[in-house]
Every structure is written in structure tokens, then in C-alpha cells.
């Protein structure tokens, strides 16, 4: 069974700049999850969507990111413009439903300059 | 505001040996705890969870301990293998509702020594 896949694994831009990154879950995964994971630090919660509603976004700063789950599979999420603390790596994880166990993609690591 | 803590920032632990991580959280409203495990440019992969109703939990040559009335909780790996060393999360959930988004520890580097 694949994986969650994601694109790109690394990207490298200028504060002000936008960015978008993509994640692809896990074949039947109603839910998926996208968590910045700053250096040092754990993973922390943006956007939770179950098939195409967003659960959470109570974590995701909206002055300036955005994500969609249209048809509800893909996702994409949006940083415009970046700032230097958004460098980070940005995970993306689905599960077959809420309360069950989350898998993550390797992560897009996005250095903000 | 660190509600999920990990206070050992590395862990060196000789093969063939007990590696114990401990993780504390402040929030009794969580009502699920889980461990990943996470190797350098990948993501975190699932090893073990406990619910709050249950004091252990035991795979192969892991296992959970869960103390709810310290709001503390342990991962045992014995014996300790080479492939062990990797940074260890603890992770945990609110019970009840659809949201159901993990808050992390900063993670614990586990070191494996020959």
C-alpha cells in the first residue's frame, strides 16, 4: 500500500514570496492533517479536514496561510507571503477516519530567506 | 504553553539493554497517548498507544505505561537494537468530537550504542 505522498521535499524561497506545497493520503483516508514542525520542536496541528469540511483550523494562521481539500482526496497548502518563521517542515498525515491512527508523509522542508 | 513534555532531550542507551523515555502532560481533558518514532528526512511512524483507560500496553519489545494520576507515561524498548536510535515522540489526543489533531513533545534523540 503507498504511503502519503508529498511535493516538493525541499523549497527554498524569499520572505514575501508565496508558497504551496501538496499532499496526497493514503488511498480511502477520509481524514488528513497538516502539522508545521519547527526545528526542535514537535509537530503542531494547522488544518484537520475530513473528506472535504475542514474539522480544526484553530492552529492555522489565516492572515496568511490557506488550505483545500477539494473532492476530498489531495490537498494543498498555502503560505502567502512568507515570513522567516515560517521555516519549518510542513507534514501532511490522513487516517481512515477520526480516533484512528495517523500516518504521516516525509515532509516538504521549506527554508524561508 | 507545553502541554505534552518531553524533558530529555537525548537518551544514549547501550545494545541489548532497557531504553526508557518518559513523557509528562498537564491537560487532563486528553484522553489518548501515542508514540512515534522518526528517522533524519522522513515522518514520524506510528510505534504504540495506550488509551486513558488502560495502564499498559505491550507490542513485541515495546511497551506503554500510563500513570493518570501523575499525568505521566513511559515507553519501554527491551532489549535496545542499533535500529532503535531515532527521535521518539510522544503525542496526545482530547477524547470525544471529530477534532482529533495530535499535541507533540518536543521529542526525545535515542542513541543506541554498540
Known amino acids: 500500500e503507498a504511503g502519503v505522498a508529498q511535493s516538493p521535499r525541499y523549497k527554498i524561497i524569499e520572505k514575501r514570496q508565496s508558497v504551496a506545497f501538496w499532499c496526497n493520503p493514503i488511498s480511502g483516508h477520509a481524514t488528513l492533517y497538516w502539522y508545521q514542525q519547527i526545528l526542535g520542536q514537535g509537530p503542531k496541528l494547522l488544518i484537520q479536514f475530513q473528506n472535504n469540511g475542514v474539522v480544526d483550523d484553530s492552529q492555522l494562521p489565516k492572515d496568511r496561510f490557506s488550505a483545500e481539500r477539494l473532492k476530498g482526496v489531495d490537498s494543498t497548502l498555502k503560505i502567502q507571503p512568507a515570513k522567516l518563521e515560517d521555516s519549518a517542515v510542513y507534514l501532511c498525515?490522513?487516517?481512515?477516519?477520526?480516533?484512528?491512527?495517523?500516518?504521516f508523509g516525509p515532509g516538504t522542508r521549506l527554508l524561508v530567506l | 504553553d507545553q502541554q505534552v513534555k518531553q524533558n530529555s532531550p537525548s537518551l544514549s542507551v547501550q545494545e541489548g539493554r532497557i531504553s526508557i523515555l518518559n513523557c509528562d502532560y498537564t491537560n487532563s481533558m486528553f484522553d489518548y497517548f501515542l508514540w512515534y518514532k522518526k528517522y533524519p528526512a522522513e515522518g514520524p511512524t506510528f510505534l504504540i498507544s495506550i488509551s486513558s483507560i488502560k495502564d499498559k500496553n505491550e507490542d513485541g519489545r515495546f511497551t506503554v505505561f500510563l500513570n493518570k494520576s501523575a499525568k505521566h507515561l513511559s515507553l519501554h524498548i527491551v532489549p535496545s537494537q542499533p535500529g532503535d536510535s531515532a527521535v521518539y515522540f510522544c503525542?496526545?489526543?482530547?477524547?470525544?468530537?471529530?477534532?482529533?489533531?495530535?499535541?507533540f513533545g518536543k521529542g526525545t534523540h535515542l542513541i543506541i550504542q554498540p
Open positions: 498525515a490522513s487516517s481512515p477516519g477520526t480516533r484512528e491512527t495517523q500516518y
Open positions: 503525542a496526545a489526543r482530547y477524547g470525544g468530537g471529530g477534532a482529533d489533531g495530535l499535541t
